[in-house]
T-cell receptor, first 114, second 113 residues
């Protein structure tokens, strides 16, 4: 079965420190990988994606993610966290069938304290 | 440019009633997908439509149906509402399938009482 796991319900970091939000996946074949962010009572905002090529992808708002095929992971990172980064983060995979279906993890709440 | 727009933003319905949620994709986008997000969980895939044809269906009962119109807007219909249908319903559009990212609307918060 295809699945995405975000092992941490919440990640707490101090402003200015680096942050990592973890994601692992189980999907047959080579998936397309995405990170989205959700602010309270809002829809999801696209941050970045991995399709092919360099394992380190850069996205919006200074975020980047590292794809590791052997570990089937796609961790979200940022060198210096901002209080405004506090939100709910979702990792998602899209299988390469024709459905366009996104499979989401359960989400990780990021709290950045001043 | 307008993003994905959904209406209404909030809705309260009684058990057993029917509801219709609407979505307008980003101009030029031909693919629309619907997701259900229950509080504390990630979004769950309900349907995908591309060029007005259903291309994917998630593990939801037949009470859930959808359609896509010639202008690529979409409706999600839910019959015989249950308390468990209370959730945020998200619509996403993309310009094609595959490796392109999906852009989400702000969602419709449905409460079933």
């Amino acid at each position: 079965a295809q699945s995405v796991a975000q092992p941490e319900d919440q990640v707490n970091v101090a402003e200015g420190n680096p942050l990592t939000v973890k994601c692992t996946y189980s999907v047959s074949g080579n998936p397309y990988l995405f990170w989205y962010v959700q602010y309270p009572n809002r829809g999801l905002q696209f941050l970045l994606k991995y399709i092919t090529g360099d394992n380190l992808v850069k996205g919006s708002y200074g975020f980047e993610a590292e794809f590791n095929k052997s570990q089937t992971s796609f961790h979200l990172k940022k060198p210096s966290a901002l209080v405004s980064d506090s939100a709910l983060y979702f990792c998602a995979v899209r299988d390469r069938s024709n459905t366009g279906k996104l499979i989401f993890g359960q989400g990780t709440t990021l709290q950045v304290k001043p | 440019d307008a993003g994905v727009t959904q209406s209404p933003t909030h809705l309260i319905k009684t058990r057993g009633q029917h509801v219709t949620l609407r979505c307008s994709p980003i101009s030029g986008h031909k693919s629309v997908s619907w997701y259900q997000q229950v509080l504390g969980q990630g979004p769950q895939f309900i349907f995908q439509y591309y060029e007005k044809e259903e291309r994917g269906r998630g593990n939801f009962p037949d009470r859930f149906s959808a359609r896509q119109f010639p202008n690529y807007s979409s409706e999600l219909n839910v019959n015989a509402l249950l308390l468990g249908d209370s959730a945020l319903y998200l619509c996403a559009s993309s310009n094609r399938q595959g490796n392109t990212e999906a852009f989400f609307g702000q969602g419709t918060r449905l409460t079933v009482v």
